[in-house]
């Protein structure tokens, strides 16, 4: 059994961590309040707009001066990954890494395949074995729209110069503080809207269908970076908030479990020392 001096530190270094834990846990509820106020927000307006995008999609032809709705056949695929420049988040990270690597190898294992990483942990791990284009880890430190904006420009400009053929965004759509789901949208060639039986909406266009297209397509495509990747912040924060719960959980539980063990080693000390004591008083009186 271990002494009571090694127990006494192993007891003051849980309940160290424990206090850093619990610390984190707070101020990772405190930032997931305001980013899930963000995206609660955010997601309708995103959400009508994609929809209204792949309505106006369905109807645009080669005379629109658009050709983000051009699906040809793919050959170079880039793969958006967004994670985050922090662990400490549980299997936050791991998840995405794993559905990029999955992708890479499994639906796309015929293509060529390239990344771009937003998010440190993403590209330290995927830039060993894939082609990282570019990462844009810094975003984080000011997401604003215009920086977000900036990102998705650049993947248009690809694809509408044919430098790549597909693009698709891997990240995590927030559900609730304890749940993350690990989603993949296909950010362009832009998607028709998905219709059984029903016919896409017909719209007046005012000044001109081709102006109407040129100015929506970029916004909208802007917006859903934007949207996917504060999605991706709010899962964060709520991976991370769960995570240091539960590991305040268990330093609690095994600082329980030291202070037990400690009283007990305590206890047999005192109980041999008496023991001692009165084999020594006893040998004095015979």
Do not use: C, W
Request: avoid cysteine; hydrophobic fraction near 40%; charged fraction near 25%.
């Amino acid at each position: 059994m271990a002494n009571l001096k090694e127990i006494r530190n192993r007891i003051s270094s849980v309940s160290s961590t424990m206090q850093i834990t619990s610390a984190m846990k707070m101020v990772s509820a405190a930032k997931l309040k305001k980013a899930q106020d963000a995206i609660t927000a955010m997601r309708p307006y995103a959400d009508k707009l994609t929809e209204l995008l792949q309505n106006l999609s369905a109807g645009l032809d080669s005379d629109s001066g658009s050709n983000y709705a051009e699906d040809r056949e793919v050959k170079k695929v880039i793969l958006v990954v967004i994670s985050s420049n922090r662990g400490l988040a549980g299997a936050f990270n791991s998840n995405i890494v794993k559905e990029a690597k999955h992708l890479a190898t499994t639906k796309y294992a015929n293509q060529q395949v390239s990344l771009v990483t937003i998010g440190k942990k993403a590209d330290d791990i995927l830039s060993r074995d894939h082609q990282v284009v570019f990462n844009n880890n810094e975003v984080f430190d000011d997401l604003t729209f215009d920086n977000v904006a900036a990102i998705a420009e650049d993947l248009m400009q690809r694809f509408a110069t044919g430098e790549v053929d597909k693009i698709e965004v891997i990240y995590n759509k927030f559900k609730n503080a304890a749940t993350q789901i690990v989603t993949v949208e296909q950010f362009l060639p832009i998607l028709p809207i998905a219709s059984e039986g029903t016919t896409t909406a017909d719209y007046i266009y005012e000044p001109s269908k081709p102006e109407i297209v040129d100015g929506l397509i970029p916004k909208a495509l802007k917006t859903q970076l934007f949207k996917g990747i504060r999605d991706s912040v709010a899962s964060e924060h709520g991976a991370r908030m769960t995570a240091m719960h539960k590991a305040t959980d268990n330093a609690t539980e095994l600082r329980d479990a030291l202070k037990l063990q400690y009283n007990k080693a305590r206890q047999a000390a005192i109980t041999n020392e008496i023991l001692e004591i009165v084999g020594g008083a006893e040998a004095l009186n015979n």
